[in-house]
């Protein structure tokens, strides 16, 4: 049985399964993706519910895994050597994952850096305007009087919706036939986006055709479906 006794954030939740991926997250866009990468892989995992309104990501068990105080994160006990390894970042957890198991990333070289551009193009772009558009739309960001802001993340929020839209003319999924981390890196951001964000009509949502036929496919996925509700809020 692994020990990861080492690591303090397993004092504050300790892993019933030590044997498991620990997953220390929140069903937020950037969480989902890797619940929902767990579940496309198959691979047995803890989940851990970490309660950011309540910023339990701000202890100093939670820092100790992720000193940037963000979820998700990770420790898988049989990394690289056969040795934990923690992890935060959820792109990079993304990227891990998919090495570790051979899934959801091309084999051939070309193709993996097209995805992996594909994934940090999420990280960048699409997460960051995403997130500010629905601060300045649904949260405290309303009260601001000067309206700069929220048409600035709107235009490029509709910008980038654009780009998603072009690649996916002709193609299934973001890398064509094949389903890969590049999907599930933006699956919860724009249905986040149109949901709860509740800015479909903002960013003018309906007149896209690829882009929302994309978003129902892989919201039928049954491991999306599932990977969306963990860890569970109650």
Same mark, same amino acid.
């Given at each position: ?96 994952? #998919? ?9 051939? $070289?070309?193709?993996? *850096? +097209?995805?992996?551009?594909? &994934?940090? @193009? ?59 981390? #590049? ?9 986040? $986006?149109?949901?709860? *964000? +509740?800015?479909?009509?903002? &960013?003018? @949502? ?29």
């Amino acid at each position: 049985m692994a020990d990861l006794s080492a690591f303090p954030i397993t004092s504050r939740w300790p892993a019933q399964f030590p044997d498991r991926i620990q997953l220390y997250s929140l069903p937020t866009p950037n969480g989902v993706k890797v619940s929902i990468m767990l579940e496309e892989l198959g691979l047995p995992y803890e989940p851990h519910l970490i309660d950011i309104g309540a910023n339990e990501s701000w202890t100093p068990e939670y820092l100790s895994l992720n000193p940037n105080g963000k979820i998700p994160a990770i420790i898988d006990p049989d990394g690289p050597g056969g040795k934990p390894l923690p992890l935060f970042e959820s792109g990079a957890i993304l990227l891990y994952l #998919a090495e570790k198991t051979g899934k959801l990333i091309p084999a051939d $070289l070309a193709a993996r *850096y +097209e995805t992996i551009q594909w &994934v940090f @193009f999420q990280m960048g772009a699409i997460g960051p305007m995403f997130g500010q558009l629905g601060f300045f739309h649904k949260f405290a960001g309303r009260e601001i009087a000067d309206k700069r802001p929220l048409e600035r993340y709107r235009d490029e929020s509709k910008r980038l919706l654009g780009v998603l839209e072009g690649r996916l003319d002709g193609r299934k999924w973001i890398m064509g036939d094949a389903y890969t981390i #590049a999907d599930i890196s933006m699956l919860g951001w724009v249905r986040n $986006l149109v949901g709860f *964000y +509740e800015a479909a009509e903002l &960013v003018d @949502f309906a007149s896209l055709k690829n882009v929302p036929a994309w978003l129902e496919r892989g919201l039928a996925r049954p491991a999306v479906q599932r990977g969306i509700t963990i860890p569970s809020r109650v």
